[in-house]
């Protein structure tokens, strides 16, 4: 049996970083979002000293929660998706919107492939 893969998006996050190892060590591919792909080193050496085990089953792919290009192919041939992504805000936050809508966008999508 193919092992299951995982999207688990906003990859350079504390608590994704966390989902990422325990789903590697339990056998999953994982795949997971950073909004610029220059930071794939840098994920990756912070999962090293978590104790990554199996970095060769875990993929990058770019996407950013405020733009829609980069989100078809995040969830292609995935088994699962965990949201973990949040969008940043700097600044003075208008409205909740600002925050919640690029966040439920992203979840709805990868609702929507099933």
Same mark, same amino acid.
């Given at each position: $049996?193919? *092992?299951?893969?995982?999207?688990?998006? +906003? +990859?350079? +996050?504390?608590?994704a +970083?966390? =989902? /990422?190892?325990q789903?590697?060590? %339990?056998?999953?591919?994982? *795949?997971?979002?950073? *909004?610029?792909?220059? #930071?794939?080193?840098?994920?990756?050496?912070?999962?090293? @000293?978590?104790? $990554?085990?199996?970095? @060769?089953?875990?993929?990058? /792919?770019?996407?950013?929660?405020?733009?829609?290009?980069?989100?078809?192919?995040?969830?292609?041939?995935? @088994?699962?998706?965990?949201? /973990?992504?949040?969008?940043?805000?700097?600044?003075?936050?208008?409205?909740?919107? @600002?925050? /919640?809508?690029?966040? *439920? #966008? =992203?979840?709805? =999508?990868?609702?929507?492939? %099933?």
């Amino acid at each position: $049996m193919a *092992r299951q893969r995982v999207l688990v998006t +906003g +990859g350079s +996050g504390f608590i994704a +970083g966390h =989902c /990422i190892l325990q789903l590697l060590a %339990q056998g999953y591919l994982v *795949r997971t979002t950073v *909004r610029s792909l220059e #930071r794939e080193a840098a994920v990756r050496a912070v999962l090293v @000293d978590g104790g $990554m085990v199996d970095g @060769d089953a875990l993929s990058f /792919i770019s996407a950013d929660l405020t733009d829609d290009a980069g989100w078809a192919g995040a969830v292609a041939d995935v @088994d699962f998706v965990l949201h /973990i992504a949040s969008p940043v805000v700097t600044g003075k936050v208008r409205s909740e919107n @600002d925050v /919640i809508a690029p966040a *439920r #966008r =992203c979840a709805s =999508c990868a609702e929507s492939r %099933q």
